[in-house]
Nanobody, 114 residues
Framework: VQLQASGGGSVQAGGSLSLSCKAS????????VDWYRQVPGKQRELVAT???????IYADSVKGRFTVSRDNIRRMMYLQMNSLKPGDTAVYYC?????????WGQGTQVTVSS
């Protein structure tokens, strides 16, 4: 399984960024996929999940601002981030599991300045 993340970057507070993640080596259409984020010295935090049938689940901290989506034909998952806050600054990772084993993308930096 490989997850290749892209997107991210730097933006001022209130701005928007989008992340993408391409999956390979997995039956993507039946996989639940997630976005996590991590700041130095803290545990990795679940940001959003999208199930195989497209049902989204969000952390309270991003509800109403972030949108997770997927394209099963292209084997892609996305995270649209709006109304960004400095507290959203982190390295963002896409994630999935296969046979109970976790797989992670390489991480992409999101920096939000005030």
């Amino acid at each position: 399984v490989q997850l290749q993340a892209s997107g991210g970057g730097s933006v001022q507070a209130g701005g928007s960024l989008s992340l993408s993640c391409k999956a390979s080596g997995i039956n993507f259409k039946i996989a639940t996929v997630d976005w996590y984020r991590q700041v130095p010295g803290k545990q990795r935090e679940l940001v959003a999940t999208i199930t195989s049938v497209g049902s989204p689940i969000y952390a309270d901290s991003v509800k109403g601002r972030f949108t997770v989506s997927r394209d099963n034909i292209r084997r892609m998952m996305y995270l649209q981030m709006n109304s960004l806050k400095p507290g959203d600054t982190a390295v963002y990772y896409c994630h999935t599991t296969r046979a109970g084993r976790p797989f992670w993308g390489q991480g992409t930096q999101v920096t939000v300045s005030s």
